[in-house]
C-alpha cells in the first residue's frame, strides 16, 4: 500500500493563478482531510469529507475548494492563490471519525509570490 | 472554541527523560492524542488516550491525563536522537475532527 499521496510536492504560483492540489489513499478510507501548517500555528483544517460525494468546512476553509468525486481522491482547489496561501498543506485520512487514526501524506509545499 | 495549547521548545540529553506538556480547554474531548512530525514528513500517530483512562504506556511513551485540569503529557524514556521532532498534542471531541497544538520540537543532543 502506498498509504497517502499528494500530488505535487512542491509548486510556486503567481498571485491570481489557480492550482488544484490532489490527495490520494488506496486504504479505502471514508473519512479524508485538508490542513495547513503555517510556522508557530499548528496544523489547521481547511475541509474534510466523511464519504465519496460530501465535504464540509473546517476551520479556515475561505479561498479554498474541495471536491470528494471518488472515494479515493480528495481534491483542493484554489482558484485565485493569494500570498497568504503560502503554506504546507497535508491531506490526511482515516477510517472512521472518533478515535480512528488519521494517516497523513508527505505534505505539498506552495509558495505563492 | 476549543484550544490546544503547547510549550514549543524542549531540549534534553540522550538517555534522559523527555516530557511534553498539553493542556486544552474543551471539556467534552474524548480521546487525546500524540503525534510525530520529522523534518519533511507527514503527521505520524505515535499514541492516544481515551479521556477516561488516566495513563496508558506503550515502550518508551507513557501518556499521563489530568482530565479535571484538562493536562496531557507525553513521557519518553531513554531519549534518542532520533526522537527529535515536532509533537503534537490534538484533542477530538467532534464526530471526525481534531483541534491541533502548535506543537513541540524536542531536540535531543548527544
Known amino acids: 500500500n502506498a498509504g497517502v499521496t499528494q500530488t505535487p510536492k512542491f509548486r510556486v504560483l503567481k498571485t491570481g493563478q489557480s492550482m488544484t492540489l490532489l490527495c490520494a489513499q488506496d486504504?479505502?478510507?471514508?473519512?479524508m482531510y485538508w490542513y495547513r501548517q503555517d510556522p508557530g500555528m499548528g496544523l489547521r483544517l481547511i475541509h474534510y469529507s466523511v464519504g465519496e460525494g460530501t465535504t464540509a468546512k473546517g476551520e479556515v476553509p475561505d479561498g479554498y475548494n474541495v471536491s470528494r468525486l471518488k472515494k479515493q481522491n480528495f481534491l483542493l482547489g484554489l482558484e485565485s492563490a493569494a500570498p497568504s496561501q503560502t503554506s504546507v498543506y497535508f491531506c490526511?485520512?482515516?477510517?472512521?471519525?472518533?478515535?480512528?487514526?488519521?494517516?497523513f501524506g508527505p505534505g505539498t509545499r506552495l509558495t505563492v509570490l | 472554541g476549543e484550544d490546544v495549547e503547547q510549550s514549543l521548545f524542549l531540549s534534553v540529553r540522550e538517555g534522559d527523560s523527555s516530557v511534553i506538556n498539553c493542556t486544552y480547554t474543551?471539556?467534552?474531548?474524548?480521546?487525546l492524542y500524540w503525534y510525530k512530525q520529522e523534518p519533511g514528513a507527514g503527521l505520524q500517530l505515535l499514541t492516544y488516550i481515551f479521556s477516561n483512562m488516566d495513563m496508558k504506556q506503550d515502550q518508551r511513551l507513557t501518556v499521563l491525563l489530568n482530565k479535571k485540569d484538562k493536562h496531557l503529557s507525553l513521557r519518553i524514556a531513554d531519549t534518542q536522537t532520533g526522537d527529535s521532532a515536532i509533537y503534537f498534542c490534538a484533542e477530538g471531541s467532534g464526530y471526525s475532527t481534531l483541534t491541533f497544538g502548535k506543537g513541540t520540537m524536542l531536540l535531543v543532543s548527544p
Open positions: 486504504m479505502n478510507h471514508e473519512y
Open positions: 474543551d471539556s467534552s474531548s474524548t480521546y
Open positions: 490526511a485520512s482515516s477510517r472512521q471519525g472518533g478515535p480512528d487514526t488519521q494517516y
